[in-house]
């Protein structure tokens, strides 16, 4: 790989690298992995999150859906009975 970089830059990298003690082609393979890491993260989560958007898209249009209201009030519900139980149990 041929990196073409600003002589500026160059330096300052090179003097961090051997600040850090650290040779500054291992820096460079460290950020190339971490960037190649973050992009398959990042497509995996595009992926999750397109499958969770078209499961939506699915039960809206077979009608599996519930009101705003409707789901509000349950988790409310559920919210409340949860700190019952939490203080009925003393803690």
Do not use: C, N
């Not at 890491?37 to 939506?56: C, I, M, N």
Request: proline fraction near 2%; charge should be positive.
């Amino acid at each position: 790989v041929i990196v073409r970089v600003e002589d500026e830059l160059k330096a300052s990298f090179t003097e961090a690298a051997k600040a850090a003690d650290r040779p500054t082609s291992q820096l460079l393979r460290d950020f190339m992995r971490d960037y190649v890491k973050s992009q398959a993260e990042r497509a995996e989560h595009d992926a999750w999150l397109r499958k969770k958007v078209e499961a939506g898209r699915t039960a809206l249009r077979e009608g599996r859906v519930r009101p705003g209201e409707e789901v509000e009030t349950y988790f409310a519900q559920r919210r409340a009975d949860s700190r019952r139980k939490f203080d009925a149990s003393g803690s």
